[in-house]
């Protein structure tokens, strides 16, 4: 296994167009999470699905943000009205059953650029 | 959640060995302490957990007293390639909602 894979790594797009992202996380992780990046923060917490049931969202996903792990397994991260404010890094992280608290792998990210 | 308080930046040279401290005061009796390491476009990298007293492994330490209110992360011998940012992070049993602060901007020089 190759660890978590994040598409694209990199997205540019208008204003007020819709994009999708992907991850494909750890294969035996059923622990599946998302969150975005500004430059010179930490990451953001958005979202975390056990399995494909989603348990907990953040505040910062607003009404145009939807994710999905329909099988889960890969999970999609869609924004729809893109702002330019969604301009960020978006990671996706996972764990399996037997991590302690806080043990997540990281992929590389989606760097999204709204113009 | 247990907010974590960190150093913004250190510097340090090649072959020094650098801790960082991170405060923790509101963690919690069942959370764990991980540390991640970030670099410039890349996803954090788990470095260490623990959860009382002494971890070590090939990469750092992790020092955690009694009281578990801060944590300090050793790293021996930097060398360049650890400049990154690092994160502190306390865990929430089941809910791993982690919460990372700022972080701390370690710069190695040469």
């Known amino acids: 296994d190759t660890g978590v894979s994040q598409n694209p790594r990199h997205k540019i797009t208008k204003r007020g167009q819709n994009v999708t992202f992907r991850c494909d996380p750890i294969s035996e992780h059923n622990r599946l999470y998302w969150y975005r990046q500004t430059l010179g923060q930490g990451p953001e917490f958005l979202t975390y699905f056990q399995n494909e049931a989603q348990l907990e969202k953040s505040r910062l996903l607003s009404d145009r943000f939807s994710a999905e792990r329909p099988k889960g397994s890969f999970s999609t991260l869609e924004i729809q009205r893109t702002e330019q404010g969604d301009s960020a890094m978006y990671l996706c992280a996972s764990s399996g059953l037997g991590s302690k608290n806080t043990e997540a792998f990281f992929g590389q990210g989606t760097r999204l650029t709204v113009v | ?110």
């Open chain 2, 1 to 110: 959640l247990a907010k974590t308080t960190q150093p913004i930046s250190m510097d340090s040279y090649e072959g020094q060995e650098v801790n960082i401290t991170c405060s923790h005061n509101n963690i919690a009796t069942n959370d764990y302490i991980t540390w991640y390491q970030q670099f410039p476009s890349q996803g954090p990298r788990f470095i260490i957990q623990g959860y009382k007293t002494k971890v070590t492994n090939e990469v750092a330490s992790l020092f955690i007293p009694a009281d578990r209110k801060s944590s300090t992360l050793s790293l021996p011998r930097v060398s360049l390639s650890d400049t990154a940012v690092y994160y502190c992070l306390v865990g929430v049993t089941g809910g791993f909602k982690t919460i990372f602060g700022a972080g701390t901007r370690l710069f190695v020089k040469a």
